[in-house]
Each structure stands twice: as structure tokens, then as C-alpha cells.
């Protein structure tokens, strides 16, 4: 069984701040996914990456995917209130979609 | 477009009861599944499909039917609830297993409590 852990678990920061969420596991993945989720909503995703060392940027959100495709990050410049949410990734495999624990967001005014 | 569409939102159960949990998608993906999402265990696969006529269990099926008489309907049965199954129930589908570039799209969930 593939396993994604994700850290940290919840982090609650300031307005404007940056921070960075990490993705890691022992095992190989094809593509890495990460999606956000708000509450009562179903995730959505963000972004894949498939290659590894690859970076992909969305405005202010950076991933990176690791060399050898065991893990990925993501990074939040200037974060603002409404990036709050559950940032999960997923790891992508022969057997489907694996997906981390999550990590909740506060972003605070 | 609708996307994927789950019903009801919100479900009460008494233990015992049994239920089916509707989803449809309306993008012609071949690939659906069910997922269920609990505090601190994340998101958790029940069962899925790979296309109409063929459905296979994925990590946590016990007290859970799925059928795939469609392309675009997959429903989850409950046969007899338990306190244990309340959680947030997602289905999701997409193009093809959910590797490479091909994104889960979900639907916004069904709330279920067993009491």
C-alpha cells in the first residue's frame, strides 16, 4: 500500500505571510495531484505534476514535484484569506489515487 | 454542466436502515468511484469502476454495494447502517484510473449520520 503523508497537519498564520506544505512518501508515484477543498464542498483540483523536479506555478501558489517522484510541495507566497481551505495531494499509481491526510489552512485577516 | 451530481446532501440513518446514495456525472467518464471522508483519516476508497458492467472493491468496502449499470450513474448501497458509516460520502469520476493527467472531479458530498 502506497502512503502519502502530509505536513503539517494544520497550520493557522497571519495574512501576507508565505508557507509551505509538504507531501512525502517512501513510494514512487506516475503524477502527483494536489486539489483544495472547502467546507461542504468536494475537493477541486489544483494542479498535477508528472515529471519529476518539475515546478508548475498558479498565481501565487508554487509545486514542485521531487526528483525522484516521492514527494512534493506546496508553496503559498502573500498567503490571503481566501486560499483557507484543505490542501490535499494525491499520488497517482497502477492502483488509482492515493490520497494524503490533508492539511487545513487558516489564513487570518 | 452539471459535473458530478450526489444525492441527498444530508442523511440521518438509524442503525439497522438501508440506503442508497445516488451519483451521476454528465461528462461520459469512464472511471467513477466512491470515497469516504473522515476526520483525520482523510479520504478513503470504497469501491470503483473502471466502465459500465465492471466494479471492483477498493480500500474499505465492507458493508457497501456499488453497481455500474450506466456510464453515467454509480450508486452506493448501505445495506444495513451502522454507527460506524457516518462520514462524508464523495463520488467522483474521471476520464480514466486517476493517474497520470487525468483529475478526479467530485461532487460536493452527502452528509450521512447513524445513530
Known amino acids: 500500500t502506497q502512503l502519502l503523508e502530509q505536513s503539517p497537519q494544520f497550520l493557522s498564520i497571519q495574512e501576507g505571510e508565505n508557507l509551505t506544505v509538504y507531501c512525502n512518501s517512501s513510494?514512487?508515484?506516475?503524477?502527483l495531484q494536489w486539489y483544495r477543498q472547502e467546507p461542504g464542498e468536494g475537493p477541486v483540483l489544483l494542479v498535477t505534476v508528472v515529471t519529476g523536479g518539475e515546478v508548475k506555478k498558479l498565481k501565487r501558489l508554487t509545486f514542485q514535484f521531487g526528483d525522484a517522484r516521492k514527494d512534493s510541495s506546496l508553496h503559498i507566497t502573500a498567503a490571503q484569506p481566501g486560499d483557507t481551505g484543505l490542501y490535499l495531494c494525491a499520488g497517482g499509481g497502477a492502483d488509482g489515487l492515493t490520497f494524503g491526510k490533508g492539511t487545513h489552512l487558516i489564513i487570518q485577516p | 454542466n452539471a459535473g458530478v451530481t450526489q444525492t441527498p446532501k444530508f442523511q440521518v440513518l438509524k442503525t439497522g436502515q438501508s440506503m442508497t446514495l445516488q451519483c451521476a456525472q454528465d461528462m461520459n467518464h469512464e472511471y467513477m468511484s466512491w470515497y469516504r471522508q473522515d476526520p483525520g483519516m482523510g479520504l478513503r476508497l470504497i469501491h470503483y469502476?473502471?466502465?459500465?458492467?465492471?466494479?471492483d472493491q477498493g480500500e474499505v468496502p465492507n458493508g457497501y454495494n456499488v453497481s455500474r449499470s450506466t456510464t453515467e450513474d454509480f450508486p452506493l448501497r448501505l445495506l444495513s447502517a451502522a454507527p460506524s458509516q457516518t462520514s462524508v460520502y464523495f463520488c467522483?469520476?474521471?476520464?480514466?484510473?486517476?493517474?497520470?493527467?487525468?483529475?478526479?472531479?467530485f461532487g460536493n458530498g452527502t452528509r450521512l449520520t447513524v445513530t
Open positions: 513510494s514512487v508515484f506516475s503524477s
Open positions: 469502476s473502471v466502465g459500465a458492467g465492471i466494479t
Open positions: 467522483a469520476s474521471s476520464y480514466v484510473r486517476g493517474f497520470g493527467n487525468s483529475p478526479l472531479h
